[in-house]
């Protein structure tokens, strides 16, 4: 049997070591994910990172973390 799983992209964050609010900044990249799959959709649909993106963009002017975007 073969199965094809389907690609997509994902967010890869890292926080920086100063950040003395690193669990807070996680909370809130949590909450975008948990209000996001209210609206009825995942991490796998399609346009999770452009949905998203300026949310995090926000996020990180107020934390200090980068992000990549990687496709898995």
Known sequence: MKV??????????????N?????ECWDKLQQIVTDYEKEGKSVYTPTFIEDNEEKVKELQKEYKFTYTIELK
């Open 4 to 17: 094809r799983i389907p690609k997509h992209r994902e967010f890869v964050i890292a926080i920086d070591e």
């Open 19 to 23: 950040e003395t609010r690193q669990e």
